[in-house]
């Protein structure tokens, strides 16, 4: 049986202002259970380069029944933390045979 791990997906909220008018953020680890890390095809590496100026470094895999948002996020997973930069491609659900219905690209964010 196919089975993903758990990754984090890093909120953020704005929770004022400092001194200088600069916006405060807030984190919070949001962990996110059984998503697939893949690596991409090399067809998906040469596209995002081309269309976004970025590497893909993994393939995400997203559970069905997921509603956070997955669009210019962090994640952190395997101990390092990562971005998305593509627009999640979502598949209808009661027709994806496995138990994931999205997929999303990240690059290494440091």
Known sequence: MIQGITIYLIETRKIGVDDFNVPLFEE?????????????????????LNLYGKRAQYTLGIPKGNTHDWEDREVEFFGKRWKTFTTPIEGIEENMPLRWNKKVMVEYYG
Do not use: F, M, Y
């Open 28 to 48: 919070k680890k949001v962990p996110v259970e059984n998503v697939l890390v893949a690596e991409p095809s090399s067809d998906d590496v040469v596209n995002t």
